[in-house]
């Protein structure tokens, strides 16, 4: 019978390694941008200000992207959920989503709810 190895994983100084390897500084982005193929996930970071003197006018600086495999994308989905889920558990403090719904999403992400779950949902009488 085979045994199985374990080996224990210093995660502080993998972090440390990966800091002495990363190749720029890090960023800052309030908005992104998702794409998906059968092959990878893309994920453009953009950074948007309004224009000084034109408050009406935003200016929107792409910061970054980042390729995934996308055998990575659905578990790096579920991976982010449950982090901001367990924050707000440990700490009381609940990160709304300025993103906002929108009608073409197919899962609620701070539910679980699916879309064919949704369609089964009672909808509520619309008032005239």
């Known amino acids: ?12 100084a993998e972090l440390a390694k ?3 390897k990363q190749q720029g500084p890090d960023i800052y982005s309030n908005n992104m941008q998702v794409y998906l193929t059968a092959n990878e996930m893309v ?9 000084p003197g034109k408050h009406d006018t ?6 970054q992207r980042v390729l995934l495999p996308s055998s990575l994308a659905k578990g790096t989905a579920s991976a982010l959920v449950n982090v901001i889920k367990q924050f707000e558990q ?6 709304f989503d300025t993103r906002g719904k929108h009608d073409t999403d197919l899962v609620d992400l ?3 709810s699916s879309e064919a779950t949704r369609a089964a949902e009672p909808q509520e009488a619309e008032e005239a």
């Open 110 to 112: 701070w539910t679980g």
């Open 18 to 20: 990966a800091e002495e």
């Open 58 to 63: 935003l200016k929107m600086q792409h910061m």
């Open 90 to 95: 440990d700490t009381g403090v609940q990160i």
């Open 43 to 51: 994920l453009d970071f953009f950074y948007i200000t309004p224009m």
């Open 1 to 12: 019978m085979a045994k199985k190895m374990r080996q224990t994983i210093d995660v502080n």
